[in-house]
Nanobody, 114 residues
Framework: QVQLVESGGGLVQPGGSLRLSCAVT????????MAWYRQAPGKQRELVAS??????TNYANSVKGRFTISSDNANTVYLQMDRLKPEDTAVYYC?????????WGQGTQVTVSS
């Protein structure tokens, strides 16, 4: 059974940084792609960043130049978040996709506030 476990969330001041990690129970390359999503209160879940083929990345316009998705090419995916803004506050979810099947982590809270 595929399991994804996120960690690294927390409270940070505007302008600060956080690094999220997602540990996967299967090798990273067994999936079509990996991604990070987020969901703020009262809003729909949205794609933040994706990684396919181990090297192809895609970012939401709102985080381009501030967030970086990467992996250790084994079983961990990261989301480095810099220059955080209050509007980045949300629950962040790790996603793994294999064909049409999506797997999700339990989410980790990120709060950006002074």
């Amino acid at each position: 059974q595929v399991q994804l476990v996120e960690s690294g969330g927390g409270l940070v001041q505007p302008g600060g940084s956080l690094r999220l990690s997602c540990a996967v129970t299967e090798n990273f390359f067994s999936f079509t792609g990996m991604a990070w999503y987020r969901q703020a209160p009262g809003k729909q879940r949205e794609l933040v960043a994706s990684l396919t083929g181990g090297i192809n990345t895609n970012y939401a316009n709102s985080v381009k130049g501030r967030f970086t998705i990467s992996s250790d090419n084994a079983n961990t995916v990261y989301l480095q978040m810099d220059r955080l803004k209050p509007e980045d506050t949300a629950v962040y979810y790790c996603n793994a996709r294999r064909g049409r099947t999506n797997y999700w982590g339990q989410g980790t809270q990120v709060t950006v506030s002074s």
